[in-house]
């Protein structure tokens, strides 16, 4: 189903409903699902990486393989205090009804936006740094930097590839999120109104119920 027919579908839904839509529902599970693997991936890396790089700097205790191991744990954290301070709060709706499901939803779209700006920052500056090592360490040194950085060898067109996959799947990433997002407000625009105007019938009722 595609984003655009999913959406309207929930407008249709809590249009003649209270409770929260099923597709609403599942897609919010589907999301917490994705943020606990995210999570569970990024202990991997920490693991694996970061225990990599400080297995490495004690085998050869030179201080290129020590400058190595720091930043690659200062990447490894900063990525970690992002990662915890952009899912704050993100991983169960307020209440069990469509405004708050959608409103989670609305956090979860902002935070995916803003972590595509965070992911190409640390993306940047990582590759940089990378980069920087391996010439200082490779027979590439020999050469002008900029002769060694265009293509100079099969790991340096991996390399550009990967950035640029990697660059392009941010942008097509931002591009479909900033659609989504506006959608949600839209459609949160919708269920607020609705909520007032239930609570709003609810209030004259009790009026009515009292004065009988």
Not at 33 to 42: E, P, Q
Not at 96 to 123: Q, Y
Request: glycine share 6%; hydrophobic share 55%.
């Amino acid at each position: 189903m595609s984003l655009d027919t999913e959406l309207e579908v929930w407008r249709r839904e809590w249009q003649s409903e209270t409770t929260v839509p099923p597709d609403l529902r599942r897609r919010v599970e589907r999301q917490s699902r994705w943020l606990k693997i995210g999570i569970a991936a990024d202990i991997l890396v920490t693991v694996v990486i970061g225990g990599g790089v400080i297995a490495l700097a004690a085998h050869w205790p030179q201080p290129d393989f020590v400058v190595l191991a720091v930043a690659t744990w200062i990447f490894i954290a900063v990525a970690w205090a992002f990662g915890l301070a952009v899912n704050h709060g993100n991983w169960s709706p307020a209440a069990v009804d469509a405004a708050a499901f959608v409103d989670l939803s609305v956090r979860r779209c902002r935070a995916r936006l803003a972590s595509t700006w965070f992911g190409a920052c640390l993306g940047a500056c990582e590759i940089a740094f990378n980069l920087a090592w391996v010439y200082r360490h490779s027979a590439g040194h020999r050469q002008p930097l900029l002769a060694w950085l265009l293509f100079s060898s099969l790991p340096m067109d991996f390399v550009w590839l990967f950035t640029l996959v990697f660059f392009g799947f941010l942008f097509w990433y931002r591009w479909k999120k900033r659609a989504e997002l506006a959608w949600l407000l839209d459609l949160s625009g919708e269920a607020a109104g609705q909520s007032r105007v239930r609570h709003g019938w609810k209030l004259r009722r009790a009026k009515r119920m009292r004065k009988a």
